[in-house]
């Protein structure tokens, strides 16, 4: 059949992760429930808020490192409460020098304190610079296609549009939007922010999302730690499914058992 989809690996700056669920660390109660949350999910990719987060920089605090070791973890650093492209590049050349080198970032420009939408203008004047620089730069943006496609000609290794605003929990908002992105893009496609609960992550799965990454639906949950490994299997679902290819739609009822040959 011309339409199977077949799987393939989930790689990002060269290296292949089992998992397509990325999870953040902000919002938990305390350094152990992120911890123990963290690990349920299965996660292999953490993202960190270098501005709001303990990775070295701030000698003598809790370091966020000291539970999620970079020798466990694949670290994400983020640019998460920057509000132009200097305030971004810093943050990232700082977290390079707080990590050794490692060049994988997520690029996060923020336009207003009340949507948390991104501000894709320093979004992708940010971009052009840490290209350049050497960073491999996994970038939140809007669900607008043709910034998607302009962040991929700049040279991110991976788009991460929005399903909803950051830690609404609305869920998948835009799927026509993310649809025409997963089209065209050549690069992974990763949903962040707006996820609630599990069955958002399916869905975005579902669409043909590369991962899925969140911190609010576990964070904020009732009880996190459940929540995470509810994700985890969300995740897997919808993938699963996506290849898989779901049956068609229709109006009428068609029965399951076949007709012919019934004992009249």
């Not at 919002?27 to 349920?40: G, H, S």
């Amino acid at each position: 059949m011309s339409n199977v989809r077949s799987d393939k690996p989930f790689v990002l700056a060269g290296r292949t992760y089992q998992s397509r669920l990325l999870v953040g660390t902000g919002k938990y109660r305390d350094m152990e429930e992120t911890r123990l949350a963290i690990e349920a999910s299965g996660a292999q990719i953490v993202t960190v808020a270098v501005r709001r987060t303990n990775i070295g920089q701030n000698p003598g605090e809790p370091n966020l490192l000291d539970i999620l070791p970079p020798d466990r973890y694949t670290i994400l650093p983020n640019t998460a409460g920057c509000y132009d492209a200097i305030e971004a590049v810093r943050t990232c050349r700082l977290a390079r020098e707080l990590l050794d080198g490692h060049n994988l970032v997520k690029l996060e420009v923020l336009a207003d304190q009340k949507t948390l939408f991104p501000n894709v203008i320093e979004t992708l004047k940010a971009a052009e610079i840490l290209v350049k620089d050497g960073f491999d730069v996994m970038v939140y943006t809007s669900d607008d296609p043709i910034i998607a496609r302009q962040l991929e000609q700049i040279g991110c290794i991976a788009v991460m549009p929005l399903a909803g605003l950051i830690g609404t929990g609305l869920g998948i908002c835009n799927p026509y939007n993310l649809r025409i992105i997963l089209e065209e893009a050549n690069i992974p496609v990763l949903v962040d922010a707006g996820v609630g609960t599990a069955s958002d992550a399916t869905i975005a799965m579902e669409l043909g999302c590369e991962a899925v990454l969140m911190n609010s639906a576990i964070a904020n949950a009732q009880q996190p730690i459940m929540m995470a490994e509810a994700m985890k299997h969300a995740i897997v679902a919808g993938r699963l499914a996506y290849l898989a290819g779901r049956m068609p739609k229709k109006l009428y009822a068609s029965a399951s058992s076949p007709l012919d040959g019934l004992i009249k």
